[in-house]
Nanobody
Framework: QVQLVESGGGLVQAGGSLRLSCAAS????????MGWFRQAPGKEREFVAA???????????SYADSVKGRFTISRDNAKSTVYLQMNSLKPEDTGVYYC???????????????????WGQGTQVTVSS
């Protein structure tokens, strides 16, 4: 069982930055694929970014086209934490951001929500114009 707790959400003006954190309770955190998803009011949950398991400093990441060049996902295995650095925020980035974890046996990076076994409770991000 893996528990995920997100933090770092809040209200920010357009053009500003936020860093989300997701702390995981997992003995094998380094072997989990970790993802960030978001859901805006009235919309379906959508993929934001994901990062593969890591060995040393090597890992692989994937981003939604809408956030490429603005968001960066990273992980700290020593702290069992994954981060989402969000820069140049736009009002359309507003939503509840969810952290998710997927058990995998390969250098997989999943973009589909159904691939993920564990989810956090979400943290609200609001970007004002």
């Amino acid at each position: 069982q893996v528990q995920l707790v997100e933090s770092g959400g809040g209200l920010v003006q357009a053009g500003g930055s936020l860093r989300l954190s997701c702390a995981a309770s997992a003995r094998t955190f380094s072997t989990l694929c970790m993802g960030w998803f978001r859901q805006a009011p009235g919309k379906e949950r959508e993929f934001v970014a994901a990062i593969s398991w890591s060995a040393g400093s090597t890992s692989y990441a994937s981003y939604a086209d809408s956030v490429k060049g603005r968001f960066t996902i990273s992980r700290d295995n020593a702290k069992s934490t994954v981060y989402l650095q969000m820069n140049s925020l736009k009002p359309e980035d507003t939503g509840v951001y969810y952290c998710a974890a997927a058990q995998t046996t390969a250098w997989a990076v999943y973009e589909e929500p159904v691939r993920y076994h564990y989810w956090g409770q979400g943290t609200q991000v609001t970007v004002s114009s």
